[in-house]
């Protein structure tokens, strides 16, 4: 089936700074989207992304859809205590009933 | 926004019990989902459903059953558990005509001992 690689699997970063993760695929994907877990929670959508290409931004988030349909990264500016979650990157595709496929996360810890 | 309600949120039962997880949505959103996670783990998909009367297995394999008699509940039934089935369930629900946009619940974790 398809897969999506999540990079990195987990990172320390310190307060204040940026962070950035991305997600691969072999399989191209229609629509990509970007969810928060915090401990204990279900995930939270953050972003969504339906077009090859399109950077969209949400507060100090941006997500780009890559243009080759097989990629999508993820970048947090200034980072602060309450980033601290999983961070779950999802591909669509019109094909296999509209189902999302999940990668494996980036837990992102910050030093205070 | 979808509220998303699940119970229990936390249970731990003996081997060979019967449990069920209830999902409950008040969004009148057709299409719900039920996927299991390991802690800090990916999400499977195991289970969804389009609508009343509609259900599916998913990605994963599951000893799991759901049923979907009335749009507001999705709820699953493990008829008898087992220490494997330890993890954590989530349950989620999207609007139609709107790709990929799920909303969750809070979860319910469950431990077989």
């Known amino acids: 089936g398809q897969q999506l690689n999540q990079s990195p699997q987990s990172m320390f970063i310190q307060e204040g700074e940026d962070v950035s993760m991305n997600c691969t695929s072999s399989?191209?994907?229609?629509?990509w989207l970007w969810y928060k877990q915090d401990p204990g929670e279900g995930p939270v959508l953050l972003i969504a992304?339906?077009?090859?290409?399109e950077l969209t931004s949400n507060g100090r988030l941006t997500a780009q859809f890559g243009i080759t349909r097989k990629d999508s990264f993820l970048n947090i500016s200034a980072s602060i205590p309450s980033d601290v979650g999983i961070y779950f990157c999802?591909?669509?595709?019109?094909?296999?009933?509209?189902?999302?496929?999940f990668g494996g996360g980036t837990r992102l810890m910050v030093k205070p | 926004e979808a509220d998303i309600y699940q119970t229990p949120r936390y249970l731990v039962i003996g081997t060979g019990k019967k449990i069920t997880l209830e999902c409950s949505q008040t969004?009148?959103?057709?299409?719900m989902y039920w996927y299991q996670q390991d802690p800090g783990m990916e999400l499977h998909l195991i289970h969804y459903?389009?609508?009343?009367?509609?259900?599916e297995k998913g990605d994963l394999s599951s000893e799991s059953t759901v049923s979907r008699i009335r749009t507001e509940h999705f709820p699953l039934t493990l008829e008898s558990a087992r220490p494997s089935h330890t993890s954590q369930y989530l349950c989620?629900?999207?609007?139609?005509?709107?790709?990929?946009?799920?909303?969750f619940g809070e979860g319910s974790r469950l431990t077989v001992l």
């Open positions: 999802a591909g669509l595709t019109n094909n296999a009933g509209n189902m999302l496929t």
């Open positions: 459903s389009y609508g009343v009367n509609s259900t």
């Open positions: 969004m009148g959103h057709d299409k």
């Open positions: 992304l339906y077009k090859a290409g």
């Open positions: 989620a629900t999207r609007r139609a005509g709107v790709a990929g946009e799920l909303f």
């Open positions: 399989s191209i994907f229609n629509t």
